[in-house]
C-alpha cells in the first residue's frame, strides 16, 4: 500500500505576518554549510518566555500539534518538517486557530538537533513518521543513534520521547536503540494503543485508522542522574534497567550509593591498580619542593608501580628558570638526578618531596579518597576521553593534605575534585585547590591516571649505592 503523501496538498505560502509569526523556513543546504547562523533553539529563543517546551518530528499538516497548544497554553510547542507544503498547512492551521504558543520549523530535524539548547525540551513526539526500513533508505531515516542522542541532550531530566506508529519496525529500531540504553526508561511499549482523543489524532494516525491499520507505541523518559546510578552501579538494577515497561513493575529497592560511598569504591578500586601513569600539574601561588623553598614544583610525569615505586620527570622553578630532575622512588629510598650534572645521588629521607607518598597505601590518594574526603557531592556525569565519568566534589582537612605533600598543600581546608571512570571506578582525574594561602591565585594541584596495571619497569638507578 502506497504511503501517503503531501504532493496533491493544496497550499499557498502564508502571507508576511503570519510566516512572520509561525514560520521558520530554512534550507538544507544552508544549515548544513552556515549552522552557526542559526539560533539556538529553546522557549526564550522561540516565545521569548520560558514555558515548558516540546517538540514534534515530522509534524505534518500539525493538526496534532496545533490541538496540543490549544489545549496547554502554558507551554510552548514547535513543530519540525521537511515537506514544504505540509509545513504551510501546519502554519495555517495554526494562525486560523489564533494559537500564540506554537512555531513550525521546515527543516530536517538531522541539521536542527545540534540547534536544540541542551536539557530545554519537555517531550518529543515521533508520531508516524516515514520508516525508511528498506536498507538503501536507511541513511536519510531519523531512526539512528545520533538522533537518540540528540534527543537525549535535548530533553530535560524526566522528559519524555513518544513513538506512535503504523510500522512495527519503527517501535523496533527505537526501541533496540533505547531499551539497553541506560540512559532512558520505557514508560510503555504497547502493541495496541489505548483509546486516544479524537481530536489528538494526527492526519496520518486517521488515514490509517480508516484503512483498518494496527498501531503501536513506545514511550520513554530521559532517566535522572540518581537513576543511572542506580543502573550503572548496582547489578540488580540491571535487571530493571533492561525490561521494556520496568517501572511498571515491581523493582527491588535497592540502596543507591551516597556520593561518600562512591568516593570511597574510587578509592578502593583505584588502589587495587597495580601500576599506572601519572602527569601532576601545578599552578597558582608557589608549591615549594623542599624546606628552603628555593624550588617550586611546576609538574611531574611518571609511573607508579606498587608496592612502593615512582619514577617520575620532576619540573622545578627557581629564580634562575626551570629545571628538570629525574626522580626514582623505590622501597623507601630517593634518588634524584642533580639538574646541572644529571648526576644520580641519594636523597635522605624527608629532604625533598618523594612522590611515592602519594600513592602510599596507608596515606596515599586512594586511602584520602577512601576515608578523609569530607562532604562529597556528586556533581555530575561527564565524559572525558569519549567515557562516562563520575564527577564528585568533596573538602579534604588541610593537615590530611600536608602530610603526603610535604606541606606544600593545606594550610587550611582543600576543594578535591575527582573523575571515575564509571565502569570500573578507577580515578582518572583529581583537581585539588588550595585557596588558603593566596585565595586569588590558589594553588592547584592538576593529576591525571591513566594506563592502568601496564608493565613498569622501575629499578634503582645505575651508578648509586645508598
Ligand atoms: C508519515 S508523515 C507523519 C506526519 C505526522 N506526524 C502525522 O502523524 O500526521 C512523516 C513526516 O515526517 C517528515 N519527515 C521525514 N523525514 C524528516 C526529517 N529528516 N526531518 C523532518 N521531517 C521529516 C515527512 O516530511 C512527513 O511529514
Known amino acids: 500500500m502506497p504511503r501517503g503523501r503531501y504532493v496533491r496538498l493544496k497550499t499557498r505560502l502564508p502571507d508576511a505576518a503570519t510566516a512572520a509569526r509561525y514560520l521558520l523556513y530554512w534550507q538544507s543546504t544552508d544549515l548544513y554549510h552556515h549552522a552557526e547562523d542559526f539560533p539556538q533553539l529553546d522557549s526564550i529563543s522561540l516565545f521569548g518566555n520560558q514555558h515548558p517546551l516540546e517538540l514534534e518530528v515530522g509534524c505534518g ?17 514547535v513543530g519540525v518538517d521537511l515537506a514544504r507544503k505540509a509545513v504551510f ?45 528498506q536498507a538503501r ?18 530533553l530535560v531530566i524526566n522528559g519524555r520521547l513518544s513513538i506512535m506508529t503504523d510500522q512495527p519496525a519503527v517501535v523496533c529500531q527505537i526501541g533496540n536503540l533505547t531499551r539497553d540504553d541506560r540512559r532512558f526508561e520505557t514508560v510503555r511499549e504497547e502493541e495496541a494503543m489505548p483509546e486516544m482523543d479524537a481530536a489528538l489524532k494526527s492526519k496520518y494516525q486517521q488515514m490509517w485508522e480508516r484503512k483498518g491499520r494496527a498501531f503501536e507505541r513506545l514511550e520513554v523518559y530521559k532517566r535522572s542522574l540518581l537513576a543511572l546510578l542506580l543502573c550503572v552501579v548496582t547489578g540488580l538494577a540491571l535487571v530493571a534497567c533492561s525490561t521494556p515497561g520496568a517501572s511498571e513493575q515491581t523493582v527491588v529497592p535497592t540502596a543507591t550509593p551516597t556520593p561518600r560511598e562512591l568516593s570511597q569504591q574510587v578509592g578502593a578500586a583505584t588502589l587495587a ?97 577512601q576515608t578523609d574526603i569530607e562532604d562529597v557531592t556528586l556533581v555530575g556525569i561527564e565524559d572525558l576521553d569519549g567515557r562516562p565519568h563520575y564527577h564528585l566534589r568533596g573538602t579534604v582537612p588541610g593537615e590530611r593534605l600536608q602530610a603526603i605533600s610535604y606541606g606544600t598543600l593545606g594550610a587550611g581546608a582543600v576543594t578535591a575534585d575527582l573523575w571515575a571512570e564509571m565502569d570500573t571506578l578507577r580515578a582518572t582525574r583529581v583537581v585539588l585547590v588550595d585557596t588558603s594561602t593566596d585565595a586569588n591565585r590558589p594553588s592547584t594541584w592538576s593529576m591525571q591516571f591513566s594506563e592502568y596495571d601496564k608493565d613498569v619497569d622501575l629499578r634503582v638507578p645505575p651508578g648509586v649505592d645508598c
Not at 499538516?61 to 490549544?70: D, N
Not at 606498587?306 to 620532576?314: I, S
Not at 636523597?347 to 584520602?368: K, T, Y
Open 137 to 154: 533508505h536507511r541513511r536519510r531515516g531519523i531512526l539512528s543513534q545520533r538522533f537518540v542522542d540528540g534527543i537525549y541532550r535535548a
Open 61 to 77: 499538516t500539525g493538526e496534532f500539534l496545533c490541538t496540543l497548544a490549544a489545549r496547554t497554553p502554558q507551554t510552548n510547542y
Open 273 to 369: 591498580v597495580q601500576s599506572m601513569h601519572f602527569g601532576i600539574e601545578v599552578s597558582g601561588a608557589p608549591v615549594p619542593a623542599e624546606p628552603s623553598g628555593f624550588f617550586a614544583l611546576v609538574s611531574m610525569e611518571g609511573d607508579m608501580q606498587r608496592p612502593d615505586g615512582v619514577m617520575a620527570t620532576v619540573k622545578v622553578k627557581s629564580i634562575t628558570g626551570v629545571a628538570e630532575v629525574r626522580v626514582v622512588s623505590l622501597a623507601g629510598q630517593q634518588y634524584v638526578t642533580n639538574p646541572i650534572t644529571r648526576q644520580w645521588m641519594c636523597v635522605p629521607p624527608g629532604v625533598a618531596f618523594d612522590p611515592a607518598i602519594l600513592f602510599d597505601p596507608q596515606v596515599g590518594m586512594e586511602q584520602l579518597l
Open 89 to 133: 498547512l501546519a502554519v495555517d492551521n495554526a494562525a486560523r486557530l489564533g494559537l500564540t504558543n506554537i512555531m513550525f520549523i521546515k527543516a530536517d530535524i538531522m541539521l536542527v538537533l545540534p540547534l536544540l539548547v541542551p536539557e530545554s525540551l519537555q517531550s518529543v513526539y515521533l508520531h508516524f513518521p516515514a520508516p525508511h526500513i
